[in-house]
């Protein structure tokens, strides 16, 4: 069974950073994609990057495409986002995917952007 | 764009319910759905618009190709109470998503 358990978010004011990981367990973690997403408090699901298996090739949603950086360590199996410059948007709860078919999420970590 | 609808159904259990989801162009059935209850993670239910994902009941099925898809529960159960989301990744990265479906008791 796969897990993912993410760890790192919290309250930082604007212009801040931060760096959110996800540990991985269950699954052949260097073979797969792995995916940062993150639920508004309004409810509304966003994506927010993609690393491929080989930690060379990345994608950024436009929204954080030079403040956030996805990242990943494949031999301690870990999924690293990090995140500068946020902003009151940011705010959400931050969930990191696997790119399996059976796709899990892990319960997610919640990041405050406020003054 | 992926629209879903309606934004709210309300239901009894034993109902059969259809939820919709309408994307602005074809996604070609890389379509998945998810079903998130309060205060957790968003679990996949359904990917390639029809397969269900491991251990997930067979009343819930997806169907549709194109544009337009469907996710429908037969015979509801009260656990089903939750908001219901549905996903692209034809044309992905990125990923987008519809605003959701909740399903509430009437």
């Known amino acids: 069974e796969v897990q993912l358990v993410e760890s790192g978010g919290g309250f930082v004011q604007p212009g801040g950073s931060l760096r959110l990981s996800c540990s991985a367990s269950g699954l052949m973690f260097s073979w797969f994609a792995m995916h940062w997403a993150r639920q508004t408090p309004g409810k509304r699901l966003e994506y927010v990057a993609t690393i491929y298996g080989n930690g060379r090739d990345t994608h950024h949603a436009d929204a954080v495409k030079g403040r956030f950086t996805i990242s990943r360590d494949n031999e301690k199996s870990i999924l690293y986002l990090d995140m500068t410059n946020l902003r009151v948007d940011d705010t959400a709860v931050y969930y990191c995917?696997?790119?399996?078919?059976?796709?899990?999420w892990g319960q997610g970590t919640l990041v405050t952007v406020s003054s | 764009v992926l629209t879903q609808a309606p934004a709210t159904l309300s239901v009894s259990p034993g109902e059969t319910v259809t939820l919709s989801c309408r994307a602005s162009?074809?996604?070609?059935?890389?379509v998945r759905w998810y079903q998130q209850k309060s205060g957790q993670a968003p679990r996949l239910l359904i990917y390639g618009a029809t397969t269900r994902a491991t251990g997930v009941p067979a009343r819930f099925s997806g169907g549709g190709s194109g544009t337009e898809f469907t996710l429908t529960i037969t015979s509801l159960e009260v656990d089903d109470i939750a908001i219901y989301f549905c996903q692209q990744y034809y044309a992905w990265p990125p990923w987008t998503f519809g605003q959701g479906t909740t399903v509430d008791l009437k």
């Open positions: 995917v696997d790119g399996l078919d059976n796709q899990s």
């Open positions: 162009q074809s996604v070609n059935g890389a």
